[in-house]
């Protein structure tokens, strides 16, 4: 196989439609998805922001003006566009800019654990239950029953009394209200994917059922949990905020964004910055994801067509 | 001794109350090297009959015999070296996540050959495909090409029973003869055992010596293709399959 | 003979990333009081060119033509709004499958009266009278019992012939019946086939009976188009199909199994490159 560096041949040996190797079916397949992805426009917006965010979290130090947990309690509370200050300050006087692009750092860090934690939890479930199917499918979707019962807020805010407040706790505790959901989706998917003809074909191969599971259906379960995981990003981030909000999830001086309002809110109607830039910061963040979401449905979604 | 024989097989799906007889006390005997084929209409239990055999449906009764072996509710590995299938329809029987590659090198790596690059250009070669359709997704080929692949997976074990479950029904009359004249020759060099499902008679009676006519779950007819071609059933259930096949005949507006 | 319906130089076009895609390339046809069939394999454009008919192709797909005129009245030139009222009024249309075409929550007989009615404006009190006449004359028995059942109740033949009832009920001009039977054994085809044939005749609609099994076209068409990559390689009267002299046509015919005349092999089609570049053929009469 030779390969030309030009660009042209490049997109020619990217968009064949006989590929000579495994790397280059798989490479061909991904360029065909990223090319539809790429057509549209907002899921690119959404792409471009989130983006943005991993570079913000990586590179904070050079990009924060100030260090976000320095108090300098005679500049408190300065308004937008300060000197120094782009974003002013809060109540103790550090640098809402810096405390948002530190923030960054941990939205990010919930945001990946609970997206790596939850669908995974959820499609083993599903897919154990959804192929099983009889006894095992029943004990498990009525656990999956119990959790969806429980308001979500409500059931993360037990977990978290229980098991102390803090992220790591507050991630776990959110994971632990976020997987039901995949679940039904995974066990769904199972059930009408384990009928289909190609199971079929693979059992009469002798392939034992957790050969089966894991490399014919999760490969069909998975794009649609990324799109719902990606979808469901927003709420996440809110939830997070959400217990940072109470006081459960972060603790001061940590620059968690939910955490920030919640110290905001104290003077929200004389100095509303304070409260209203992180609100705005997870506003962009979630709606970045979910414009993302809405983009990958149309790359991944086995159901609205694949050609 | 016969390859393949079936004796007062009932196959059945639900319980109780939703219980649907789907295979009525069908027996028949495949010689080895021979062509069977099963006709009828849908509903009738011809591809049930299939599905039981290589074990997809549990709830049957009666006798399955391969080689004089009598077969259990479990199927042996073994059993998969021997007997395979060919789907109907070859949009919905390959993974559309698999590259030809995957769904071969999968197929030849359960049954434990080791030579499996080898294996599949040779697979490939046999079925009329080149080395170039190897790394395609399905998506990328077209309705026969999908159904030579799905032949290439069943051959890999290197069995000695075929089963075909329409095997051309999904595809164009122009690909049809492909792969019906495909199926014929490998039949001749592998000496397979074909048992072969199809509505279409012209079809059935071009691949098979022998052919049941099902209704309703119940063989009402075997016959030999000889039978069949000069036009002289038993049955009237049979008459009618022939006649209506014929195409469209003004002369029938009364039925009803 | 009247025409019913005139074609001239129908292209259907859809953009791709490879650039534009003609699924139907300049095709040329009338349609008279008759039965035309329209053969061809899958991607040869017969469906389309159905559909492009109505004005049924989705965007971004495009119709263009020099000419599409029913009894007269050009159909590129109307509105959204008349071409609904055409749809079902003038021209109506029978898919493969009943299961997909008739609403699943909706009992048969009202979705037969709704249709009645949005057409003529008949009260519903005449609308039952007219969906229980259309009910007997595809050969139901109950007609009464069938109006109160919902679709997945029926079987594949019966939701057929109720997709026929509900299609004729306006009395069109044209019906366009795209593989019809497809989906059905063949001795309820065979079944469906005459109703059809029976109300076609007495009525003196045109029909477009769209297939890819030559034997049924050949069988139950007057006038038979072959289209092959988007044209028209041939037309010919149907019951003279099997002494056709297109090479693709004599391919198509030669590579089905006959039960009269075995074979130990079929002949398989070498296709021609020159097919597809060649010019349509006019189907007009």
């Not at chain 1, 909000?245 to 929200?268: D, H, N, T, Y």
Request: with cysteine; hydrophobic share 45%; charged share 20%.
């Amino acid at each position: 196989m030779t390969q030309q560096s030009s660009t042209q041949t490049w997109r020619q040996w990217l968009t064949t439609d006989t590929p000579r190797s495994r790397r280059q079916a798989r490479l061909a397949s991904a360029y065909h998805g990223w090319l539809t992805l790429r057509s549209n426009t907002l899921a690119m917006v959404g792409l471009a922001i989130l983006l943005a965010l991993l570079l913000i979290a990586a590179f904070a130090p050079f990009l924060a003006p100030h260090d976000p947990l320095s108090q300098d309690l005679g500049a408190r509370l300065l308004p937008l566009w300060t000197d120094g200050h782009p974003l002013g300050t809060d109540s103790l006087g550090r640098d809402i800019l810096s405390r948002l692009i530190y923030g960054s750092r941990i939205t990010l860090y919930i945001v990946t654990l609970v997206a790596l934690i939850a669908p995974i939890a959820g499609l083993l479930v599903g897919t154990i239950a959804g192929y099983t199917g009889g006894i095992v499918d029943a004990v498990l979707m009525r656990i999956t029953d119990i959790f969806l019962a429980f308001p979500r807020l409500v059931l993360a805010l037990a977990f978290v009394a229980a098991l102390g407040a803090g992220i790591e706790n507050a991630v776990l505790a959110i994971s632990l209200t976020a997987w039901p959901p995949y679940a039904r989706i995974a066990r769904a998917e199972t059930l009408t994917i384990r009928r289909s003809d190609f199971i079929s074909a693979v059992q009469l191969q002798g392939a034992g059922p957790l050969r089966i599971i894991t490399r014919h259906i999760w490969p069909l379960c998975i794009s649609s949990l990324i799109v719902r995981v990606t979808l469901d990003m927003a709420g996440v981030i809110l939830a997070a905020a959400g217990l940072g909000f109470l006081g459960l999830g972060a603790q001061p001086p940590s620059p968690e964004w939910g955490a920030m309002i919640s110290e905001g809110r104290k003077f929200i109607l004389d100095f509303w910055w304070v409260a209203a830039m992180p609100g705005l910061a997870i506003f962009t963040v979630s709606l970045a994801f979910n414009l993302l979401g809405d983009g990958l449905r149309d790359v991944l979604d086995p159901k609205s067509g694949s050609s | 001794m016969s390859r393949l024989e079936i004796n007062d097989l009932s196959v059945w799906f639900g319980q109780d109350r939703d219980r649907v007889d789907a295979v009525k006390h069908a027996s028949f005997a495949v010689p080895s090297g021979a062509s069977f084929g099963l006709v009828g209409e849908s509903g009738s239990g011809k591809s049930t009959i299939l599905r039981a055999l290589v074990g997809l449906v549990p709830t049957w009764s009666g006798e399955m015999k391969i080689d004089g072996q009598q077969l259990t509710k479990k199927r042996p590995r073994g059993f998969f070296k021997d007997v395979q299938m060919v789907f109907q329809d070859p949009y919905a029987s390959l993974h559309p996540r698999h590259t030809v590659d995957q769904v071969l090198g999968e197929t030849l790596n359960l049954h434990g050959f080791s030579d499996i690059n080898d294996r599949i250009e040779q697979l490939l070669q046999d079925v009329g495909l080149g080395p170039a359709f190897r790394f395609r997704y399905p998506h990328q080929l077209s309705g026969g090409q999908r159904q030579r692949v799905a032949i290439a997976r069943a051959l890999a074990p290197e069995p000695s029973v075929l089963l075909l479950d329409e095997p051309t029904s999904a595809l164009d009359v122009s690909v049809q003869a492909e792969v019906l004249n495909l199926l014929a020759d490998l039949r001749e060099t592998r000496a397979l055992t074909y048992l072969m499902v199809s509505h279409n008679l012209a079809v059935v009676a071009h691949m098979c010596n022998e052919i049941a006519v099902m209704q309703a779950g119940e063989i009402v007819e075997v016959m030999g293709v000889e039978d069949m071609r000069a036009m002289t059933p038993q049955h009237p259930y049979t008459r009618h399959l022939l006649e209506s096949s014929q195409g469209y005949r003004p002369s029938e507006e009364q039925s009803e | 003979m009247e025409k019913l319906l005139d074609i001239e130089n129908l292209r259907v076009t859809f953009p791709t990333r490879q650039g534009e895609f003609e699924a139907v390339r300049g095709v040329s046809f009338n349609l008279g009081q008759e039965r035309l069939g329209i053969v061809g394999e899958s991607g040869s454009g017969k469906s389309m060119t159905g559909r492009a008919i109505l004005r049924l192709i989705r965007p971004p797909g495009r119709v263009t033509a020099d000419r599409l005129e029913l009894g007269g009245r050009d159909l590129m030139a109307m509105s959204e709004r008349d071409m609904q009222r055409v749809r079902g009024e003038q021209i109506s249309m029978v898919m493969q499958d009943p299961k997909f075409s008739l609403n699943p929550v909706m009992h048969v007989g009202e979705q037969i009266i709704e249709i009645y009615r949005f057409h003529t404006g008949a009260s519903k009190r005449d609308a039952y009278a007219k969906a229980i006449e259309m009910l007997q004359a595809v050969s139901i028995n109950n007609p009464e019992r069938v109006m109160r059942a919902y679709p997945h109740e029926m079987s594949g033949g019966m939701g057929q012939r109720i997709m026929i009832a509900m299609m004729l009920v306006t009395e069109p001009k044209i019906l366009i019946a795209d593989e019809p039977t497809s989906a059905l054994d063949v001795s309820v085809q065979t079944q469906v086939l005459s109703i059809i044939d029976r109300l076609v005749r007495k009525r003196g609609m045109g029909l477009i009976f769209i297939s890819h099994d030559l034997n049924l076209v050949a069988s139950f068409c007057d006038r038979v188009l072959i289209m092959y990559a988007g044209r028209i390689v041939e037309t010919c009267a149907a019951d003279k199909l099997h002494e056709a002299t297109h090479p693709y046509t004599r391919g198509l015919l030669n590579s089905l199994p006959r039960l009269d005349n075995p074979k130990s092999r079929l002949q398989a089609l070498k296709r021609d490159p020159n097919w597809t570049l060649a010019p349509s053929v006019d189907g007009r009469v």
